[in-house]
């Protein structure tokens, strides 16, 4: 089963604007991770928010997370042609001797010129 | 830095044939996974490998085998392919803590079992 759900599935802008996409879960977690995966490629770890933190920032993305509503988003700032890929949400759960990292279906985003 | 190479990159197998997927990668990593994307579904783990000479269960093993072979290399094998196993599938390692790390992903084998 599925711990993280992207929304929305698909979002579609223009260069420039801003894309925000949000992850929800449904147990406790140690961290919550943001990927990209870019067509035919592997993905690619942007940024890791761990459960006592509740804001980060990379570059033009700035990911929260909301421990109490179980959810997180990523937002893309000045977004460019090039951020056109599937972006997915992991969560690390610890599970007693080992922890596990489940991803949600992704958010498909297309940014057009 | 090639980071983390799969071989091959296509494959097309009959049903019943076997194949190994071959992993490698070069960041001296202690953790390593194999993952299978299909549409709609996201990544599920297959297997992984916390640290060198050990392997364990993910969420869907059956019809898979690995092999840890060193610190390096971890392969998946398909005994008996079934149409059901057609995917891509992922390499990914990191350096420990299978969910407390980044991981860092190959760019996946796209096999079709016909």
């Known amino acids: 089963s599925q711990q993280g759900e992207e929304d929305p599935q698909a979002l579609s802008i223009q260069e420039g604007e801003n894309a925000t996409m949000n992850c929800s879960y449904k147990t406790s977690i140690n961290n919550l991770q943001w990927y990209r995966q870019n067509s035919g490629r592997g993905l690619v770890h942007l940024i890791l928010i761990r459960s006592n933190e509740r804001e980060k920032h990379s570059g033009r993305l700035r990911v929260t997370l909301d421990t109490s509503k179980k959810s997180s988003s990523l937002l893309i700032t000045a977004s460019r042609a090039a951020d056109t890929a599937s972006y997915f949400c992991a969560t690390g759960v610890n599970t007693g001797t080992a922890s596990k990292l489940t991803f949600g279906t992704g958010t498909r985003l297309q940014v057009t010129l | 830095n090639a980071g983390v190479t799969q071989t091959p990159k296509f494959q097309v197998l009959k049903t019943g044939q076997s194949m190994t997927l071959q992993c490698a990668q070069d960041?001296?990593?202690?953790?390593m996974y194999w993952y299978r994307q299909d549409p709609g579904m996201g990544l599920r783990l297959i297997y992984y490998s916390a640290s060198e000479g050990t392997t364990d269960k993910g969420e869907v093993p059956n019809g898979y085998n690995v092999s840890r072979l060193n610190k390096r290399e971890f392969s998946l094998r398909l005994e008996s392919a079934a149409p059901s196993q057609t995917s891509v599938y992922f390499c990914?390692?990191?350096?420990?803590?299978?969910?407390?790390?980044?991981?860092?992903f190959g760019d996946g084998t796209r096999l079709s079992i016909l």
């Open positions: 990914a390692s990191s350096q420990g803590g299978l969910g407390n790390q980044p991981q860092h």
């Open positions: 960041m001296n990593h202690n953790s």
